[in-house]
């Protein structure tokens, strides 16, 4: 199976992606009542990427991790009984590769369900083209085809909008959809309405459980510092009592303290890389200051012994601060035309 769309000069994207999931057992486990994780191996990693399937009258999926996790995502479903007819939802929290690069093959292997994604992301699921672009730009072909392997598309028949507030109905339970910007304008968070737990996809960054660290996610070309602060906001309203589930990775009980954590070091890195630019244009300069600051964090939060690098596939510092310097740019610009704007 080769894609039109996947890069021309990546070498046999396909049998990379194979090469991650052959021979790995599928992963599975309760998470919340109903809800039971699949772990994707994305980038070749346990405990890192999730995907999540709820159990209904109409059985739904959220995410369904890159075309590179497709056996691991097909495995765990099959483990977990679900037959090709069976499923009948597919949701992205959002349209990053990590996330829905494999969802036309999931479509594809599941000929009923229906894709569900946030309003602005739609138009990339039918026709992933300027997706595809984008995240060369940020990975480069070479690791693009690597990690996330081809990206094909889904009939735009099969694909319904999210907006804030709309309502999946599974039988016996639905997906409430709450718009979730900050990370990604095209991100919406889901509250479960059985077991109250909310999917945050990004929105709090990444949470790996056995480094047992929380690392913000702001790539390029939207990350957003007050939008991310008022979603964290928004989804600790919404779960209060209840589990929040990380795309990476897992459920987390303690919504305050996650909530509290996450908003401080979304702060604290878009403060740092906003004075460095103070003193200087030179990314790799930036990169290493906040490469300081993930160290520091990750020796206050962490147990022994953390290997950053396995942290750098989820989220590379070089990505996150090239979010942050365009969005200290964009606000730059922002308050520099509402400056020049005004009557003097
Ligand atoms: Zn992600």
Redesign the pocket.
């Known amino acids: 199976m080769s894609s039109p769309l996947s890069d021309p000069n990546a070498s046999t994207p396909h049998r990379h992606a194979r090469a991650y999931t052959r021979g790995v057992e599928p992963v599975v486990f309760d998470v919340a009542d109903g809800i039971t994780a699949i772990d994707t191996f994305f980038g070749g990693r346990e405990r890192y990427t999730a995907a999540y399937l709820l159990d209904a009258g109409e059985p739904a999926i959220v995410e369904t991790g890159p075309a590179t996790s497709f056996e691991a995502v097909v495995g765990g479903l099959e483990r977990l009984g679900m037959g090709r007819s069976e499923l009948a939802h597919v949701v992205l929290t959002h349209i990053?590769l990590?996330?829905g690069g494999g969802v036309g093959a999931i479509a594809e292997r599941f000929p009923s369900a229906t894709v569900w994604v946030h309003e602005r992301g739609a138009a990339h699921l039918a026709d992933p083209a300027r997706l595809i672009a984008s995240a060369t730009t940020v990975y480069g072909p070479e690791r693009m085809a690597s990690l996330f392997g081809p990206v094909t598309p889904v009939a735009a028949g099969r694909i319904r909008a999210l907006r804030d507030g709309d309502t999946i109905e599974l039988g016996g339970r639905s997906l409430r959809a709450l718009d979730a910007p900050g990370h990604a304008k095209h991100q919406v968070a889901l509250v479960d309405s059985r077991s109250g737990a909310v999917f945050t996809g990004?929105a709090l960054g990444i949470h790996p459980p056995d480094v047992a660290i929380l690392r913000p996610?702001t790539p390029p070309p939207d990350y957003d510092l007050e939008s991310s602060i008022a979603t964290i906001e928004r989804i600790r309203e919404q779960a209060r009592g209840a589990t929040l589930l990380f795309?990476?990775f897992g459920p987390v009980a303690e919504v305050d303290r996650i909530c509290d954590l996450a908003s401080e070091r979304f702060r604290r890195w878009t403060e740092v890389v906003g004075e460095a630019m103070q003193r200087t244009q030179d990314l790799e300069e930036i990169v290493a200051i906040l490469e300081d600051v993930a160290r520091e964090d990750a020796e206050t939060g962490a147990e022994a012994a953390l290997d950053l690098q396995r942290l750098e596939t989820?989220s590379s510092i070089r990505v996150n601060a090239m979010g942050i310097v365009r969005y200290w740019t964009k606000r730059r610009e922002r308050e520099g035309s509402r400056e020049a704007g005004q009557p003097s």
Do not use: E, G
Request: aromatic letters at 0%; a negative charge; hydrophobic letters at 25%.
């Open positions: 990053h990590d996330h990004d996610a795309s990476h989820l």
